[in-house]
């Protein structure tokens, strides 16, 4: 644990001539924590030499819930976690349930999973990039520009399940509406604008030389540190580690798909707002081919009991990549009607392990933008 | 990846003294785990994360458990001679498990892609033997979730480098994730200055006779 002793950072432009430590707390009402989230960090001039994280204030034992409810109960209290992501909470809720109990899944269900999985990724790293500009002091203007974007695909969310972010669309061995052909036809119309939205932004951003200067180099982390602290999803990739839960555990439907992994190389802030930008292109190829190969069929498994739907006794631990990183659950039954433990393994929490050592050594300004990129929601850290 | 049997044989010649004990699972995900003991817990993950084979270097879930103590009846027919006569009466025993809490780890490989292989640990207890001990050294990703185990549960982690509350508040006491937990009335009271303060502002509040006058109040009413 080389991080927890604190040395003394070397005499530089910015640090107190007289060595006194200035302790802040950021957040927990600061506009750049994306939510009731602090930090103490103690400062030398302007570097950070300490930072602590504060969490819980959002804090409401999701997990005793989870085990006092019954299992379809819970599945509209996981759109809560990652308010951004609801249909990929669901669906992590659901294949973790289906392990447990060993449902399969129709082929048409499968695809719509795939396919509203893929959307919400979309909507997910767009607002993350405008969020993330905003924290660079682009106040605003990225942030619609996105939020533009993110807004079509919620709409898409609402005519199909009936709520733009609280969607509660997943069941047990399938969905729980079926997608009619106008609503394909408008997924498509939606997907296939997307990439001159991102040819925009992209050009708007990623090559800015503020954006270049205020994340290049910031944040780095070490591929051993990563794998160590269990750091997932794009947050991982951009160490260069390849791992990506899609094509490691080949869940779903996503071993018929084609698909590359961007994977980064230095591990800064840069790398993995980039690979935001290109794991979107990704979602956007794989959203085609699902248009292309879904096929009219059942979407749910009809074996399935809604009512007393009680698996056998057993455990299981069913995670899938979302757009945060691993989500996971992990559930254990007893044979009643109520799981006996119900645990949620949130990513952006765990990936908030390392965010002292990213911070170490920077600037104030410089904890906003890696928070940012470390891309964290408070429903889903605090449960 | 190796089955389960092979892995806790590997571990045994690599960890001379280690007790590892596999817990079936019944279900149909068919994730068994390996139990193992307190002292040689650190030596275990060690083995498994370095081992070129296993190479299980990425540590993704740790979850606490709470098992209370349960007692198991069991009727069973027995044949006894009453009064010279053979009868059949039914005899209960009772045979009484105590509770313990349990520390999960999901652990797979980023190197292999393989896995889950799951460890996990049992405390002696659920009072003062509530002590386990930590994986943080080894597995850097256990160190918040070890911290939210010990917050929900009351698992103390030996060796973990930060071991404090991190969803609840300080100052709070009980350990809400147990299955005998009961809120409390009113759990946001905290002690705070205002009840003395309170009392000592009641001396202001009553009338003093020589300043306000008091005395001709009550005499013209």
């Known amino acids: ?383 | 990846m190796e089955s389960l049997e092979e892995i806790k044989a590997r571990i045994e010649a690599a960890v001379p003294g280690a007790g590892i004990g596999i817990i079936a699972n019944p279900g149909p995900a068919q994730q068994s785990s390996l139990l193992i003991d307190h002292e040689h817990a650190s030596a275990v993950a060690k083995f498994l994360r370095d081992d070129p084979a296993l190479r299980l270097d990425y540590c993704s879930n740790a979850s606490g458990l709470d098992w209370l103590d349960r007692t198991v009846k069991k009727t069973v027919k027995m044949k006894k001679m009453v009064d010279g006569v053979e009868k059949e009466v039914d005899e209960t025993t009772e045979e009484f498990f105590s509770g313990y809490l349990e520390a999960v780890y999901h652990l797979y490989s980023m190197a292999h892609k393989h896995g889950p292989v799951i460890i996990r640990m049992r405390t002696a207890d659920r009072a003062e033997g509530a002590r386990l001990p930590s994986l943080t050294p080894i597995y850097r990703s256990a160190e918040l979730q070890e911290r939210e185990i010990f917050d929900l549960y009351g698992v103390r982690f030996d060796g973990h480098p930060d071991l404090r509350r991190i969803l609840m508040w300080d100052e709070f006491e009980d350990f809400p994730m147990r299955k005998d937990y009961r809120e409390p009335d009113d759990y946001e009271y905290e002690p705070t200055p205002h009840d003395d303060v309170l009392e000592k502002a009641k001396t202001h509040y009553t009338p003093r006779p020589q300043l306000d006058g008091a005395e001709n109040i009550t005499a013209q009413s």
Not at chain 1, 66 to 83: F, I, K, Q, V, W
Not at chain 1, 123 to 151: C, I, K, V
Not at chain 1, 251 to 274: A, E, N, S, T
Not at chain 1, 348 to 362: M, Y
Request: aromatic letters at 10%.
């Open chain 1, 1 to 383: 644990m080389s991080t927890t002793e604190m040395l003394p950072p070397p005499p530089t432009m910015t640090s107190r001539l007289d060595g006194e430590l200035l302790e802040v707390s950021m957040g927990p009402q600061h506009p750049s924590t994306h939510g009731v989230f602090r930090m103490n960090v103690a400062l030398d001039g302007e570097m950070v030499v300490k930072l602590k994280p504060v969490f819980g204030y959002l804090h409401r034992n999701h997990e005793k819930i989870g085990e006092n409810a019954s299992y379809l109960g819970s599945m509209p209290y996981t759109d809560r976690l990652d308010y951004f992501c609801s249909m990929t909470n669901n669906w992590a809720y659901a294949l973790s349930v289906e392990k447990l109990a060993g449902i399969e899944v129709p082929e048409r269900a499968e695809y719509l999973r795939v396919i509203l999985a893929e959307l919400t990724r979309l909507q997910n790293h767009a607002s993350l990039l405008g969020f993330l500009l905003s924290d660079m002091g682009a106040w605003g203007t990225p942030l619609m520009y996105a939020f533009r974007e993110r807004e079509k695909i919620l709409d898409l969310f609402e005519s199909l399940s009936g709520s733009r972010m609280m969607c509660d669309y997943m069941r047990f061995g399938g969905c729980r509406v079926d997608a009619g052909p106008d609503w394909m036809e408008q997924a498509k119309k939606i997907v296939d604008a997307f990439p001159k939205f991102l040819d925009e932004f992209e050009q708007l951003i990623l090559s800015n030389e503020i954006v270049i200067a205020r994340t290049q180099e910031v944040g780095k982390l070490s591929a051993e540190l990563a794998i160590n602290a269990g750091i997932t999803g794009p947050m991982l990739r951009a160490c260069g580690v390849n791992y990506d839960l899609r094509k490691v555990d080949g869940y779903g439907f996503y071993p018929r798909f084609k698909f590359r992994v961007p994977l980064g190389d230095h591990g800064d802030c840069y790398d993995r707002l980039m690979m935001r930008a290109l794991e979107m292109r990704e979602s956007i190829g794989i959203l085609k081919q699902a248009f292309e190969q879904i096929q009219p069929g059942p979407i749910v498994n009809p074996k399935i009991k809604i009512r007393a739907f009680k698996p056998p006794i057993g455990e299981a631990y069913g995670r899938i990549e979302g757009p945060k990183g691993e989500l996971g659950f992990y559930l254990i039954s007893d044979g009643s009607a109520n799981p006996y433990r119900y645990r949620v393994r949130p990513p952006s929490f765990i990936n908030l392990t390392v965010l002292e050592d990213l911070c170490l050594g920077h600037t104030v300004a410089d904890v906003m933008v890696i928070l940012g990129s470390i891309d964290i929601v408070m429903g889903e850290v605090d449960r």
